[in-house]
């Protein structure tokens, strides 16, 4: 079965530079959600969208922002990048089944940013 | 507010059960799940339990539900190697999809 694609799974980057992390979804899923998860931590939520509009938002710095593309996936934009971003992120998708509202969702394999 | 609490390591036995506890504030969360996370990889969804439920089977887990103490529970039967990981429990908040981590509790399992 399809699972969520995550590219790339590796990146580093210097500090105040840019870095963009993508998620393509399992097909016919409609949300994606946006996690980061430091060393030896739990995933923390970043942000969320459904049908392309945010429908929720967690921890995110004001230094990263996110879009959903009218293909279903999504990209992370991160800018001046600080060490403390070093971190996994995972991007999870799932599908609203209806009268069900059970958010199952599926994992990626995160990416795992290095910042110098 | 939205905690969730889970201890933070469990050594068994190989062929022994497994009992990892979870505990949550969020009383509107109408699911609560339960994610395995191996060295280095992303998490597994294992299995999750609408809150009107005190019990789910599956295979060799069974999760139960605790509702008025909000307290969780993951029961692995005959706890393999393989089973060696870190376990999630998460809630979601008013039912907005986005998930609440615990600290996740290491899973050790002897030969």
């Known amino acids: 079965a399809a699972g969520v694609i995550q590219s790339p799974r590796h990146l580093i980057k210097e500090k105040r530079e840019t870095a963009t992390l993508k998620c393509y979804p399992i097909?016919?899923?409609?949300?994606v959600y946006w996690y980061q998860q430091g060393p030896g931590q739990d995933p923390q939520f970043l942000i969320s969208?459904?049908?392309?509009?945010?429908?929720d938002k967690g921890s995110i710095p004001d230094r990263f922002s996110a879009q959903q593309f009218s293909d279903y996936h999504s990209e992370l934009n991160m800018s001046s990048l600080e060490l403390g971003d070093s971190a996994l992120y995972f991007c999870?998708?799932?599908?609203?089944?209806?009268?069900?509202?059970?958010?199952?969702?599926?994992f990626g394999p995160g990416t795992r940013l290095t910042v110098t | 507010g939205e905690d969730v609490e889970q201890s933070l390591f469990l050594s068994v036995r190989e062929g022994d059960s497994s009992v990892i506890n979870c505990t949550y504030t969020?009383?509107?969360?109408?699911?609560l799940y339960w994610y395995k996370q191996e060295p280095g990889a992303g998490l597994q969804l294992l299995t999750y339990?609408?809150?009107?439920?005190d019990m789910k089977q599956d295979q060799r887990l069974t999760v139960l539900l605790n509702k008025k103490d909000k307290h969780l529970s993951l029961r692995i039967a005959d706890t393999q190697t393989g089973d060696s990981a870190i376990y999630f429990c998460?809630?979601?908040?008013?039912?907005?999809?986005?998930?609440?981590f615990g600290q996740g509790t290491t899973l050790q399992v002897k030969p």
């Open positions: 999870a998708s799932s599908q609203i089944t209806a009268g069900q509202r059970a958010y199952e969702q599926y």
């Open positions: 097909p016919r899923h409609d949300t």
């Open positions: 969208f459904y049908e392309k509009m945010q429908s």
């Open positions: 969020d009383s509107s969360s109408t699911y």
């Open positions: 339990i609408f809150s009107n439920m």
């Open positions: 998460a809630e979601s908040p008013g039912n907005t999809g986005k998930l609440i």
